[in-house]
């Protein structure tokens, strides 16, 4: 059956890799990262949002992702690492209802709360999750942007000094933190951004790594999370804007960091804006191409087949999880 993140994060920072953290709502989008994860072999997290269960229903969702573990064993995978995880849990009710269902990890995001309410409301979930072997991720700093319906305007990176407080009294097992990604396709403004002479793109500023390795020296071997880990490839949007679309300086994080940040104790990685470009990208093409076609497997399909890539991309040259079964 599904599986908790425990071993498969230890496991993930003695390697010097990432688990792949995919978000998904829908079939196509859980059969692409299924197929994906079994033809490289790597272990795999689903993620679900309260945006995702509001949008199929949570007990679809849960039933897809248990229905998930037995396609990838007909897939040829003999033992599949596969974990449901809620994503963005903003209430101890919500995270308590996702453990009962079945959920095999969730989050509780009480960044935007003062520090002590995060401790105890992220405390609470974590006495009630361990009760079931469900494992928890907590976080600390804030993501500039939409996060978990909270807009902030700048981000507040994750202050080292308060890791080993906030992981001691919450006994939580993973730690988002902030170092300067964000939600969404539009990551930064093309102003904080130089050209590259070589290319002509905008490169985006560095992400934080100065806080990464501050928190990593005081919570040697903790698990780490990175959200908002989307690169938005520019032939995906540029696809998307040939077919019709209009997508004005997308910017997302670039490969190389996420590369380096998955060697470190960086063990989850969260893609979501990156599989939603290329189901759209797809689509559009397909719409352009094809105007006669309304049979919607003719377009979900080569979206389904565009999705498969990019998660098999971000699988071997990025994250480096392949080959871990
Ligand atoms: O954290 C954000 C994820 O990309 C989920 O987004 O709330 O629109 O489903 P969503
Ligand atoms: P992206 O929007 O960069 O894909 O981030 C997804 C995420 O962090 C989900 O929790
Ligand atoms: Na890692
Ligand atoms: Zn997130």
Known sequence: GLVNTREMFAKAIKGGYAIPAFNFNNMEQLQAIIKAAVETKSPVILQVSKGARNYANQTLLRYMAEGAVQYAKELGCPNPQIVLHLDHGDSFELCKSCVDMGFSSVMID???????????????????????????????GVLAGVEDEVVAEHHTYTKPEEVVDFVTKTGCDSLAISIGTSHGAYKFKPEQCHVDPATGRLVPPPLAFDVLDGVMKELPGFPIVLHGSSSVPQEEVDTINKYGGKLEAAIGIPEDELR???????????????????????????????PEEFDPRKYLGPARDNMEKLYKHKIINVLGSNDKL
Not at 116 to 133: F, G, P, R
Not at 281 to 288: C, L, M, N, P, T
């Open 110 to 140: 009480g960044s935007h709360l003062p520090y002590d309410e995060n401790v105890a409301l992220t405390k609470k979930v974590v006495d009630y999750a361990h009760q079931y072997d469900v494992t928890v991720e907590g976080e600390l």
């Open 260 to 290: 380096k940040a998955a060697k470190s104790a960086v063990c989850k990685i969260n893609i979501d804006s990156d599989s939603r470009l290329a189901m759209t990208a797809a689509i559009r093409k397909v719409f352009a191409e094809h």
